[in-house]
């Protein structure tokens, strides 16, 4: 290797570094300190204040999740229009994502009432349970309409690389939630209800900042924000735009099935693999936390060579992103192999739960090697702007775990075993068929 070469995989490992860690840092971050919710409802000296903060705030994410292409489809298209320096369509991508997360948010907010009465109906939640849930959600939806704004400019930030004002925005969210959740529930007393305005007040609050921020970073590359019939009347990018993002929100909704097929599996196994089950989850979405930071640089850093048709800088991204996907995968395959039981007993106390996690240990191991790809490879197809091998493989990937769970039996062994395989299936697929023919290079 030359010592140009040997530079130029320097700078794309730098940059790589770069963009990854505000992500992981945020990734990390969010979940712990949103920690709060939980610890506030679960001293209120009633099991039913906590069943129903856990179950209200898993209704308000899945409806988030599903509606995440937000993001995802706007980091690709606006990575592609950064690497082109097309100045008028950096600022047409987020006016556009803008209005549609607005169209969104209004939408939600309209039908919340049908919405809220087939999440209660899926949850099958006792009657106190479910009513003190439903008095969360009809408060939380509210910030419907900020949270998809927020997911807009979110992904207008990674597409602009700048994962580090995404970071912010997160962990400003996470410890606004923490301010107003406590100081409604303990200065104001207003108890329970106090926990969802806490989350409510903190989504609308985060709006201004992000607002700010992102005029701050149209000035920055001189790029005009024009409302004008440009931003409605250009079919050919609404087309694009629908073509990403409705990829995107089914292939959201294949993994909302399979997660909840997996929690469904595992409720009927007893408490104890119940327990061992989640904590195993906990371990894969650690690892997730990871991996998505590479996915997100791989969207921005994909896009933007595609776009400004660099072939050997789009090459370097790909190369590099793989291997710090591999090097990362090794570590906490190592971390896990060394360390399982210490790690579980400090997530659980339950010497039951600790032994029904180590049984599976094969599987705790090998879920990492099959699904690096699936996350590294997630973020190549966003950057390309080509998602619909995204949602072939995780459609794939749901068919073969639903199969084998039928096949095989309803077995905690079992149950890992075909979440890894649709792992592995997603990861295969994806590789497969990386879109070569579509590179713009």
């Not at 996470?174 to 989504?203: D, E, H, M, P, R």
């Not at 149209?218 to 005009?224: A, E, I, K, S």
């Not at 790690?343 to 879920?367: F, H, Q, T």
């Not at 775990?401 to 039928?406: G, R, S, T």
């Amino acid at each position: 290797m030359t010592r140009s070469e040997t530079k130029e995989n320097f700078d794309i490992d730098r940059t790589i570094l770069r963009l990854t860690a505000p992500t992981v840092l945020s990734n990390i971050s969010v979940p712990l300190l949103g920690l709060c919710d939980t610890a506030v409802a679960g001293h209120m000296g009633e099991e039913k204040f906590l069943a129903s903060i856990a179950i209200g705030s898993v209704m308000m994410s899945m409806m988030y999740w599903l509606f995440g292409f937000l993001r995802g489809g706007t980091s690709g298209l606006t990575a592609t229009a950064f690497g082109a320096r097309d100045r008028s369509l950096m600022g047409y991508s987020l006016l556009r994502a803008s209005f549609l997360g607005l169209a969104i948010g209004l939408a939600l907010l309209v039908l919340h009432g049908p919405i809220l009465s087939g999440l209660l109906a899926v949850m099958g939640a006792s009657p106190q349970v479910s009513e003190l849930s439903a008095a969360y959600f009809r408060i939380c939806i509210w910030g419907t309409v900020p949270m998809m704004l927020l997911t807009a400019v979110t992904g207008w930030f990674v597409g602009m690389q700048s994962t580090s004002r995404a970071m912010w925005l997160n962990i400003g969210l996470s410890l606004l939630n923490v301010v107003f959740t406590l100081t409604y529930v303990y200065v104001f007393g207003l108890g329970f209800k106090g926990i969802a305005l806490g989350t409510l007040t903190a989504q609308w609050v985060v709006v201004i900042p992000a607002l700010v921020m992102a005029a701050r970073l149209c000035r920055r590359y001189d790029v005009v924000l024009k409302i004008d019939r440009g931003i409605f009347s250009d079919a050919a990018n609404w087309r694009k735009i629908f073509s990403v993002n409705s990829n995107l929100f089914f292939r959201s909704a294949c993994l909302i099935a399979v997660t909840m097929i997996l929690y469904a599996c595992s409720a009927r196994m007893g408490d104890v693999v119940t327990g061992a089950n989640a904590v195993i989850n906990q371990l894969f979405l650690f690892f997730s936390y990871f991996m998505d930071g590479f996915a997100y640089t791989g969207e921005a850093l994909i896009g933007r060579y595609n776009g400004a048709r660099d072939r050997r800088m789009l090459t370097l991204s790909v190369q590099g992103l793989l291997k710090w996907g591999a090097w990362m995968t090794i570590a906490f395959v190592l971390i896990y192999s060394l360390g399982l039981r210490d790690i579980v007993g400090w997530l659980s106390d339950s010497e039951a739960v600790v032994e029904s996690v180590v049984s599976c240990r094969s599987w705790v191991l090998l879920i990492p090697v099959a699904g690096v790809a699936a996350f590294v490879y997630d973020g190549f197809y966003i950057g390309l702007t080509h998602t619909r091998p995204m949602l072939y493989s995780t459609l794939g990937g749901l068919i073969i775990f639903v199969v084998l769970l039928m096949l095989v039996g309803n077995t905690q062994s079992m149950l890992w075993m075909a979440f890894t395989c649709y792992l592995a299936l997603r990861s295969i697929i994806l590789i497969s068929l990386f879109p070569i023919k579509h590179l713009r290079c």
